[in-house]
């Protein structure tokens, strides 16, 4: 069988902003817990509490490349949580290679899912590279998915 994972452009392309936008943060947080000595850790499994989350959240955005909002000195200026998010969010690129594992990344999932239930032998399963990322339009079913083929 195999298995081609495909994405919707548009809706994926925000949703991984939003991914890479959360890891930003809470690479800030993995910075500080690794520099005290704390083993290190995915940056996935960061958490960030609520009171926490200005104090990365500024020092994500410090880290940025962008063009930041500046005084009549040219020093870059402090500015509101929500201000600073959206210059973030504004600012983050998901490519078409991020879409094309997003899309991979979905295949491989269904794939361990069929081999960990016992459904399907590993042998007879074959992840295939897709060759558009979003699929044929079917109205029936969302562009985010994963298509089957029996050979």
Not at 98 to 106: G, I, M, S, V, Y
Request: hydrophobic share 35%.
């Amino acid at each position: 069988m195999e298995i081609e994972g495909h994405v919707d452009p548009e809706k994926d392309r925000g949703e991984l902003r939003k991914i890479l936008f959360q890891r930003k943060v809470k690479a800030q947080k993995l910075k500080d817990t690794v520099g005290r000595g704390k083993a290190e850790i995915s940056v996935d499994k960061v958490v960030v509490t609520p009171e926490e989350y200005p104090k990365y959240l500024k020092k994500a955005y410090k880290a940025e490349k962008f063009s930041k909002p500046r005084n009549f000195l040219g020093i870059a200026k402090d500015i509101p949580v929500p201000e600073m998010e959206k210059l973030m969010h504004d600012n983050i690129e998901v490519t078409k290679d991020d879409l094309r594992l997003l899309a991979l990344e979905r295949a491989e999932n269904v794939s361990d899912y069929l081999q960990k239930e016992g459904k399907v032998e590993a042998s007879r399963l074959f992840l295939v590279e897709p060759a558009t990322l979003a699929p044929e339009k079917n109205e029936k079913v969302k562009d985010s998915r994963v298509n089957f083929r029996i050979k």
